[in-house]
């Protein structure tokens, strides 16, 4: 008899998401791996971020239904007052999504019937101990309010990947701070005391992932008369125009797909460099509030709680995340869907 051949199971995977032009790119490539047999899907909740809680939730709900994944489900943002940043809508469109979740077919979905996220998280991970891969990529609010709720809880993870942070470049809110830690720095400070090998994913890798219009384009080629394909480039070229306005991308028409770079780490860890150390957030300064800093001295006392990316192989990644758009699209023509 043969013996068997090595064959890993699927990642399990619960997202935390504020979708958002880059976590709809995310959440697509994800939906590429579940169908390659890399992933399976847990959940999606979603967390008031980017814009409302309601648009989060009603966004996620479309781009899962747009791959296919309708059946996944959804919970909806724990409460928590704790902006005095805007919202991202100037960047992502009033909708969360370029303005063209009207084009994505409705969910049945209804937000005020949905689990809160953070019941959702606590179940997920009480019920898969060690099991469960949690990807975080808004601020931290749910993933707070569930370790708040049910301590150690985050610790049940298999583990923690998060898209957020800004170290040795500029903040995209502040001179100093990252997005998804500047809209709720006291959940973020709860979730770097939740683990010691927490990865992170900030701005200092983001900020090379420039996936251009000519990328997006040739996907859009490749299936003219497909809604999906048609949404990709088209969404790109919305986020194109909204980081050229914000002088994101030095004058490149492409948008900055912040957090696509989890599923990068996950899947093609190979594309990533990381530094271990200690990291910390500041949450009362007046000017530095939201902003994370690294310990990287030898001989520190202090114990590290994180991996943190320093270097991305930018255009390797950006190549393979088309390949697997494409793979999607391709998935979804064979499927008999609006071709
Ligand atoms: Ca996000």
Request: aromatic letters at 6%; hydrophobic letters at 45%; a negative charge.
């Amino acid at each position: 008899m043969a013996s068997p051949i090595f064959a890993p199971s699927p990642r399990k995977i619960l997202v935390d998401t504020d979708p958002g032009g880059d976590d709809t790119f995310a959440l697509l490539w994800l939906q590429s791996l579940v169908n390659q047999g890399f992933a399976e899907w847990v959940g999606v909740t979603t967390v008031r971020g980017n814009v409302s809680a309601e648009l989060t939730f009603r966004s996620a709900c479309q781009v899962l239904a747009l791959g296919g994944f309708e059946s996944v489900e959804v919970g909806r943002s724990v409460v928590w007052n704790c902006a005095k940043i805007a919202d991202a809508s100037e960047i992502h469109g009033a909708d969360g999504m370029g303005n063209l979740s009207h084009l994505l077919p409705q969910s049945p979905r209804q937000f005020a019937t949905a689990r809160d996220a953070d019941e959702m998280i606590i179940e997920a991970l009480e019920s898969a101990p060690g099991e469960v891969t949690v990807i975080g990529l808004g601020p931290l609010t749910n993933l707070a309010a569930a370790e708040q709720k049910r301590p150690g809880i985050l610790r049940l993870a298999k583990e923690l990947v998060l898209m957020a942070g800004a170290f040795e470049v500029p903040g995209n809110v502040t001179p100093l701070a990252e997005f998804n830690v500047a809209f709720n720095p006291e959940a973020a400070a709860a979730v770097l005391e939740s683990r010691e090998d927490l990865v992170m994913l900030p701005l200092d890798v983001t900020r090379k992932l420039i996936l251009t219009v000519e990328m997006t384009e040739a996907i859009a080629q490749s299936y003219p008369n497909h809604l999906l394909g048609q949404f990709i480039h088209q969404l790109s070229q919305f986020m194109s125009e909204s980081c050229l306005r914000h002088r994101e991308t030095a004058g490149v028409q492409g948008f900055l797909v912040h957090d696509a770079v989890t599923v990068a780490y996950l899947f093609y860890p190979e594309t990533l460099l990381f530094r271990r150390g200690l990291v910390r957030v500041e949450t009362a300064g007046n000017y530095t509030r939201g902003q994370m800093i690294l310990d990287r001295r030898h001989g520190t006392k202090s114990l590290p709680n994180a991996f943190v990316a320093v270097e991305v192989e930018a255009m390797n990644l950006l190549a393979i995340l088309v390949d697997d758009l494409k793979r999607l699209c391709s998935q979804r023509v064979k499927e008999g869907v609006r071709v």
